[in-house]
């Protein structure tokens, strides 16, 4: 796991300011206050996400990898993609309908909170 969601992590962060660059100098003179806030927080939340599954990824070291640890990793990624994807899918589209996924993407994050906090609860010390 270390490696590959480190790798996946950092990957992200990129994406996440090349995405928060482009809408503050590409998306300002084109877009309402209210649809450059929401790709704002697009872009907050996923590089929120890319820190936090480098973070797991360096935990993953020290927790040899648990099951619940690798899980939690699996829905940090799945919420930030969902979430954060379907904020700028919204933005650039203006499809009103795919404001409706983005929850899942934040409970998805939640839940993967949950499983590394559980993880190292659950260590041996």
Same mark, same amino acid.
């Given at each position: 796991?270390f ?15 090349? +995405?928060?660059?482009? !809408? ?5 003179? %084109? #877009?309402?206050?209210h649809? $450059?806030?929401? *790709? ?34 699996? +829905?940090?990624?799945? !919420? ?5 994807? %379907? #904020?700028?899918?919204?933005? $650039?589209?203006? *499809? ?22 559980i993880?190292?609860k659950?260590?041996?010390a």
């Amino acid at each position: 796991m270390f490696p590959k969601y480190f790798v996946i992590g950092a990957i992200n962060a990129a994406i996440a300011i090349s +995405l928060g660059a482009f !809408g503050a100098h590409g998306l300002e003179k %084109s #877009l309402s206050d209210h649809y $450059l806030e929401v *790709f704002e927080t697009g872009v907050r939340y996923h590089m929120y996400s890319a820190l936090g599954l480098m973070l797991v990824a360096l935990a993953a070291k020290h927790l040899q990898e648990s099951k619940l640890l690798v899980n939690g990793g699996r +829905l940090l990624l799945a !919420g930030m993609l969902i979430f954060s994807v %379907s #904020l700028y899918l919204l933005v $650039l589209t203006g *499809f009103s309908k795919l404001g409706m996924i983005t929850p899942i993407g934040g409970v998805a994050m939640v839940a993967g909170w949950i499983c590394v906090a559980i993880s190292f609860k659950n260590k041996k010390a």
